[in-house]
Each structure stands twice: as structure tokens, then as C-alpha cells.
């Protein structure tokens, strides 16, 4: 048998082409989405705190980052904190002096308490890893019940933007000898104000 009477026989035999069946909609809910949220931040090892305006957040960050010297937002001018300018970061490399960012997250996930964070809101992504303590503001009306949501509202368009993530509590690894250790591969505290 020729190559070509192999082929020609393989396309009268063909299946018809189906649809793709749906996916199925599945995951947890919950009653009460703001608590199972800050519950799931502080299983992780972050603090979670109700805001109801930009203004409530100096206070908080006088409160737990009083010592923090290089301080970074993308909040705006609304927020009184003085910030390093966007022009200190040129390199990747260059968050290694920060003490704290302060800046938005996309969406919150009651499920485990993860936030996708976008490297458009930064001059370099590498800040969200490189700085000893993180903020992130949530709008509580960004909270989804779980996983599957927040890859459904997300669509996941990587062409949209070069990198974004989920961010779930502070750095933590205890990979040698099972011993805890908190800031080894991004922030040492993660602090999340839900502005609702």
C-alpha cells in the first residue's frame, strides 16, 4: 500500500467532529465570603483587615511596619505615606532595599485566600518578592468563592500583560528538614486590608 492510499483511506474512515463538552461549574461556596477570606489569609500565615476608606490605611501601617524606612505604594497621593519614587527601580534588582510595598491586588479567593497581582501596577515585578513586608488592598467585592472563579473572571489572556500571579500569605518554605522558615523566597509578613 502507497503512503497516499493509507492517508486516503484514514479521511473516509474519520469520525465526525463533536463539540467540546462543557466544563463543568464545581467548587466550594461559601455562606459568608469575607470571613472565609480572612480566615484563609491567616491559615497562611498574613493578617487580614476590613478597611472602609484609603485614609484607615496609614494608621495600619504606623501599626504593624513602624520601623519600615523604604516604603513603596501605588496607591496614589490620596495615601499620606511618603514613597520611594518608580524611577528608583530600574533593575529587577533594585527592590532589595525596600522595607514595605503597599499596592492593589486584581481579585481575592475566599478558597485559600490567594490574590492575583499584576506586574503592570509596578515598575518591576520582581518588588513583590524582593521587599521584606507586602501589602496588598483588596475590594471586597472582588472576592470569589474559589479557584475556578477566579480563573473564569480572569480569562487568563496571557497575551494581555507580560506576568501576573496569585499571592497566598507571607514567603514561607520548610523544605530542609522540615524546618519552617518565613521570608525565604519573597516577603517575611503579608499584610491584606479588604476595603469594602
Known sequence: MSRESILASVRAHKPASIDLPSAPTFGIRYEDISTQFKQAVESVGG?????????????????????AKTIFHTIGDELPIPSLSAREFSTPHDGDKLDLLITRGTLGVAENGAIWVEEKQLPQRSLFFLTQHLVLVVKASTLLHNLHEAYASLGLDHTAQ?????IAGPSKTADVEQCLVIGAHGSRSLLVLLET
Not at 483587615?49 to 484609603?54: H, S
Not at 485614609?55 to 495600619?60: A, Q, W
Not at 507580560?162 to 496569585?166: I, K, N, R, V
Open 47 to 67: 493578617i487580614c483587615t476590613e478597611i472602609n476608606a484609603v485614609e484607615e490605611i496609614k494608621p495600619l501601617i504606623d501599626q504593624h511596619y513602624a520601623d
Open 162 to 166: 507580560p506576568w501576573a500571579g496569585f
